[in-house]
């Protein structure tokens, strides 16, 4: 089992930054995937960043240049720094890691983004 606790999340106006965090416990090193998902009322959860485990990254069109995503040494944390945000932006973000080819996700947390 692996359990995912996100963080970071609130409030900014448009054009400002956040950073998001999410650990994972109760798992070895065997995570590989770790990503982040976003989901806005009334709209299906987008991938929004992918750290495949294996030195790439992906990232959804509409974020491209102003998200990055990056893990760090010990590979139990996944962050999602976010730049000049815009309120489309808006939505309840969520961790997701993939162990053994079982999917994980986190509560989520939100990001509200002022215009």
């Known amino acids: 089992q692996v359990q995912l606790v996100e963080s970071g999340g609130g409030l900014v106006q448009a054009g400002g930054s956040m950073r998001l965090s999410c650990a994972a416990s109760?798992?070895?090193?065997?995570?590989?995937?770790m990503a982040w998902y976003r989901q806005a009322p009334g709209k299906q959860r987008e991938l929004v960043a992918l750290d495949t485990g294996r030195g790439t990254t992906n990232y959804a069109d509409s974020v491209k240049g102003r998200f990055t995503i990056s893990r760090d040494g010990a590979r139990n944390t996944v962050y999602l720094q976010m730049n000049s945000l815009k309120a489309e932006d808006t939505a309840r973000y969520y961790c997701?890691?993939?162990?053994?080819?079982?999917?994980?996700w986190g509560q989520g947390t939100q990001v509200t983004v002022s215009s």
């Open positions: 109760g798992s070895d090193f065997s995570i590989s995937a």
């Open positions: 997701n890691a993939v162990k053994y080819a079982i999917t994980f």
